[in-house]
């Protein structure tokens, strides 16, 4: 199975003209340091 930029990409719902939201950006924050401290708990960093 292939999946192409047009089906993954340009139909995923990426906010316009590069507008952030700062409760976005936060838990995407939480959720990076998560995963990195998950990695090294793990010894897979």
Do not use: V
């Amino acid at each position: 199975m292939r999946y192409p930029p047009s089906d993954c990409f340009e139909t995923f719902p990426f906010p316009s003209h590069g507008e952030t939201s700062p409760t976005l950006e936060a838990d995407g924050q939480t959720d990076d340091d998560f995963r990195a401290e998950l990695m090294i708990h793990k010894n897979r960093a």
